[in-house]
């Protein structure tokens, strides 16, 4: 009986530091390689020992256990599995180069952490301290931008490197680094999503609505005017338009607002040379490519890519060209941008279509329509709407980036869909006691 005890104590234990860890490493996800690290492997360290206290106390494998079970009969876990699944197969069987092939099946492990977020929170308490845990993370990614935007740096001497507008990287020189600052389509993705979650919670909570406001604010002005990412400017108008769509009480309001909406962002362009600069680039650099065949810019680039998948999928529409297939493309093709070393089409339709078919692509689909179904069905109301516009601030940046094969935006796709799911666990262990 002690011991029963002492090993029900010890698993209490072990859940509880698994799911600290794991708010730790969802506020890591948003800045902080350093954290995100130390957070994901001891919660899974944890998560592990759980589950053999767990196995001593029942007598019973985990995988036998009435809660996995469950958790893995959660249609967003079979949804991201079978993709996993694909993706592992796709490998195995893939012509292309074995370290090609590893690296993109490396960069889609993250699906497998799905099932392990879904186990481990079971409430709609859990739902929101996942959520605002990321949503720390956010915030600080956008400090040093502010404290860089508004002089504040400056005025105090503080050397934030590289200075305004560039483009920082998550590893330079092929060096990790502890924390990432302003990459511009993570920055922008993340920013977005803070934004759209503080503006939705100025709108269901009196409480602490002025100090959200105050954050809208600050996440506006990040994106409007001290970063240079284009799909940030996308991003917001995305944001704003489906949190409209969820909260304003009839059409009529939503029109109106669109109409203010359509006027502010006109005035914007003529009058904001940081908005103005940003979309004229993206439309010269379209241009470009159209009229002279440029692809030495951004889009240009972009653009070539989005070809060079295209022509992959329709050689095999189905079941696609398999792992590493576009970046062996490009190599075996001598294609001019070979040399650049990208190994993803910036585009995770367009990637999931050239790698992995229609199969591929169908199952990314269901995932994202999955989640935002799971998330519609959470009672919160701001929890709700937030995890809705994340998704589909996801699913927008996702057509200029490969967002679930890069690790920052894709892993923040991962708790979304987790978040959403957990609703749906607990509803089935009610169904099933």
């Known amino acids: 009986m002690i011991k029963q005890l002492s090993v029900t104590k010890l698993s209490a234990l072990s859940l509880q530091l ?64 079978s993709l996993f699944t694909l993706i592992s197969i796709e490998t195995i069987l893939t ?4 370290d090609l092939a590893q690296y993109d099946f490396i960069h889609y492990r993250k699906l497998l952490a799905i099932p392990v977020f ?12 996942l959520l605002i845990s990321y949503c720390l993370g956010a915030a600080t990614l956008m400090l040093p931008t502010l404290l860089d935007g508004f002089g504040i740096a400056d005025f105090f001497h503080l050397n934030l490197t590289p200075r305004r507008n560039a483009a920082y990287s998550p ?56 970063i240079y990412g284009r799909m940030a400017l996308i991003s917001l108008i995305v944001a704003l338009v489906v949190v409209a769509l969820q909260s304003l009480p009839s059409k009529k309001h939503i029109v109106l607002f669109l109409t203010a909406l359509s006027l502010a962002a006109g005035i914007a362009y003529v009058k904001l040379p940081s908005i103005n600069t940003r979309v004229n680039a993206a439309t010269h650099e379209a241009s470009a490519f159209e009229n002279n065949n440029n692809i030495t810019t951004s889009g240009g680039q972009r653009l070539h890519y989005w070809q060079v998948s295209w022509q ?27 040399p650049l070393g990208h190994r993803h089409t910036h585009n995770e339709y367009l990637t999931q279509l050239a790698q992995y078919g229609l199969i591929g692509f169908g199952l990314l689909i269901a995932l994202i329509y999955i989640t935002i179904k799971n998330a519609r069905h959470i009672e919160n109301r701001w929890l709700s709407s937030s995890i809705c516009t ?39 262990k009610l169904s099933r006691a």
């Open 95 to 98: 012509n292309s180069n074995s």
């Open 390 to 428: 994340a998704v589909i601030i996801f699913a927008t940046n996702a057509l200029t980036d490969s967002s679930l094969h890069n690790n920052w935006e894709g892993w923040a796709f991962v708790l979304f869909i987790a978040i959403a799911a957990i609703k749906t666990t607990q509803t089935q």
């Open 18 to 81: 698994s799911r600290w860890m794991a708010l730790f490493c969802a506020y890591g996800i948003a800045w902080s390689n350093a954290c995100f690290n130390i957070g994901f492997y001891l919660m899974m360290i944890f998560f592990a020992l759980t589950l053999v206290f767990e196995t001593i106390e029942t007598r019973q494998a985990f995988w036998l256990q009435s809660q996995w079970k469950i958790t893995l009969k959660t249609p967003a876990v079979i949804i991201a599995l």
């Open 171 to 226: 590893s330079m020189n092929g060096v990790h680094n502890l924390v990432y600052w302003r990459n511009q389509i993570i920055h922008g993705f993340n920013i977005s999503v803070l934004f759209s979650v503080a503006l939705l919670g100025s709108i269901y909570s009196k409480k602490y609505r002025w100090v959200l406001m105050a954050l809208c604010a600050l996440c506006m002005t990040d994106l409007l005017f001290f």
């Open 312 to 338: 992959l999928f329709k050689q095999s529409p189905v079941i696609g060209n398999g792992s590493g297939s576009f970046r062996q493309q490009l190599v075996s093709s001598d294609d001019p941008l070979a």
């Open 118 to 129: 879904i186990y481990l929170f079971d409430s709609e308490e859990h739902q929101k301290q």
